[in-house]
């Protein structure tokens, strides 16, 4: 019976927000051409310093202010051949002697992307050049970046293209190591969903690694460089990375608390889940970017930190000194994690901070390593259950196949040869069904369903009237069938109430089996009005003891289902139990 997994409200809004994620980004991916024009063709770097700024009022600018930079191309030496600057949510133009020969700009007609994400615009540049005048129009859609700073590079492109990887190639390593250690665990969680069906910690954590790694691989200066036709893509994949990163993250903070603790983690993941789904509902709309809404996700991200701190502080005094060492590591992330917001509002970007994401994966990596090195020792704890599982089927099959009911089953059989051949002929069948039974309860590993038990049940219970006769009553009362339980679980049961129960008594008894469904479990009693025994004195028969402690093995281990046993000396014996809904 495999357990049933029912989606919460934090995991359906969590789908639905990484739905609408998916087809934003598809969208900009085939939509987006932006508008640029070149009116040159490429034919060593320095930067240039010495250039005039003018910042002047426009109502035709999408925040009313315009930057004009200004400057002459005083020297061009013959290995210069471009002209580059780093441009981030600003439309551009640019002049050679009021000609225009680049322009950046939304594409015509876009509805749902005001922004052109991080450009880096290179214009070619020749000797004949020099000495003219260039002239740079900027006009920045959001008010933070008015006073963004340019800076203006010329030389070749290559060497502007390996500048750029050499400073960004610590936080690219880190990404590109990330992403991959990411994919290293969700491999090797859905090989244990598939053939060892532990639980998702493995995956959560993969998935929340290669989040992390491409928000921080698209973050940087030089990613632009290698996709000039799909700048805001980029920058939407690295805004959608954080803000859908953020549930993952939390999951795989919530497995290292107790379970008090996850409703609250559970809030958080639906609260992120709502806002992406709202931002990605207002960026679809048209009424707002998702750079213009990038707040609320640090907002979330700071409140998540904040019950995190609480959460740790509370549980660091009780916890053992594993679990400190990784609350302490997790302690870097988070003041990563606010020096990046911190720097994000003060530079205007946070490229180029990698203390959060060498902190993180460092955290990842332990702690993949804890979690795989948890899922060996269930994966050999298992198999020691396994080999228990099939020792005590056998113990309990070998306890059923008695002699003395070998020998009574088989002599009552006798007797009915000379006086009631037919009803021979049918105990006959309904012994070499039990015996079958038996054996074939040795090929199970998994529940089957209570009517097969019932079955063998009813056999075994037809071969004891058979010998009892009126001696034995039997009364059935099955209100219920549609669930599964490990086989010869109940039926040692039965023969238990029989043997010590019914056969013991002068006056013989009746014996009872009950099945009744609740709203969270099912109930199944076997119950007889025979001898009964103290329960505050050892059972004399270890046998019987052993039997009982092999069910309760068995029934606790494949479905989580309790067995009590109620009895009384004179009154008879009550066995209950109690097997949850929805368990293996």
Request: charged residues 20%.
């Amino acid at each position: 019976m495999k357990k049933k997994h029912k989606l919460s409200l934090p995991a359906i809004t969590y789908l639905v927000s990484l739905a609408l994620a998916f087809i934003l980004l598809l969208y900009i991916g085939i939509r987006e051409q932006p508008d640029i024009y070149e009116a040159r063709t490429e034919s060593g770097f320095r930067q240039i310093t010495d250039y005039t700024v003018k910042k002047y009022s426009s109502k035709e600018a999408p925040v009313g202010i315009i930057k004009e930079y200004t400057y002459i191309l005083d020297s061009v030496e013959k290995e210069d051949n471009c002209l580059a600057f780093y441009v981030v949510h600003q439309y551009v133009d640019v002049y050679l002697e009021d000609e225009l020969i680049y322009h950046l700009g939304s594409e015509d007609g876009t509805k749902i992307v005001k922004t052109t994400g991080s450009n880096w615009v290179m214009i070619p540049v020749y000797r004949e050049d020099q000495g003219k005048k260039v002239r740079v129009e900027v006009q920045p859609l959001y008010d933070n970046f008015v006073d963004w700073k340019i800076d203006f590079l010329i030389g070749s492109k290559l060497s502007i293209f390996l500048d750029r990887m050499e400073r960004d190639m610590p936080q690219i390593a880190l990404g590109v190591l990330a992403v991959l250690t990411g994919g290293v665990f969700c491999c090797l969680a859905l090989y244990h969903y598939i053939w060892k069906k532990f639980d998702n910690r493995l995956a959560v954590l993969g998935i929340a690694t290669i989040f992390v790694g491409i928000w921080r691989l698209t973050d940087t200066r030089f990613t632009p460089m290698l996709f000039p036709g799909k700048p805001t893509l980029l920058l939407y994949i690295s805004f959608i990375m954080l803000m859908i990163g953020i549930v993952p993250l939390v999951k795989v903070v919530q497995h290292q608390f107790e379970e008090k603790n996850f409703p609250i983690f559970d809030a958080i993941c639906l609260i992120a889940s709502v806002s992406c789904i709202i931002q990605i509902m207002l960026q679809m709309l048209g009424m707002q970017d998702l750079r213009q809404m990038l707040g609320v996700t640090h907002i979330i991200i700071l409140i998540f930190f904040v019950v995190l701190c609480i959460c740790v502080i509370g549980a660091y005094f009780t916890r053992n000194k594993e679990q400190k060492h990784k609350h302490g590591l997790f302690f870097m992330c988070v003041i990563g994690a606010v020096a990046d917001v911190i720097a994000y509002y003060v530079k205007g970007n946070s490229s180029r901070l990698l203390f959060t994401l060498m902190a993180f994966v460092l955290y990842v990596v332990i702690n993949g390593i804890i979690t795989l090195a948890g899922y060996m020792e269930q994966e050999a704890l298992l198999k020691e259950q396994e080999k228990e599982l099939a020792e005590s089927r056998i113990s309990i099959m070998m306890s059923q196949i008695q002699p003395h009911f070998l020998y009574n089953s088989l002599n009552s059989i006798y007797h009915l040869c000379g006086k009631n051949p037919q009803l021979a002929q049918q105990a006959i069948n309904d012994f070499s069904e039990y015996l079958r039974g038996n054996l074939d309860s040795l090929k199970r590993k998994s529940p089957v369903p209570f009517d097969v038990e019932l079955k063998h049940i009813e056999i075994y219970l037809s071969l004891e009237k058979m010998r009892l006769d009126e001696e034995l009553d039997i009364v059935y009362d099955i209100e219920t069938k549609d669930f599964m339980i490990p086989s010869l679980a109940v039926q040692p049961l039965v023969e238990n109430a029989v043997k010590y129960g019914i056969a013991k008594s002068e006056v013989g008894g009746t014996v009872r089996i009950a099945t009744k469904e609740y709203e969270s479990f099912y109930e199944i009693i076997v119950e007889d009005d025979g001898i009964g025994y103290d329960m505050t004195q050892e059972p004399s028969d270890d046998k019987t003891h052993i039997g009982i402690e092999n069910v309760k093995k068995r029934l606790w281990t494949m479905c989580h289902a309790t067995l009590t046993i109620e009895s009384a000396a004179g009154e008879g014996t009550k066995a209950i139990i109690h097997l949850p809904k929805g368990e293996e």
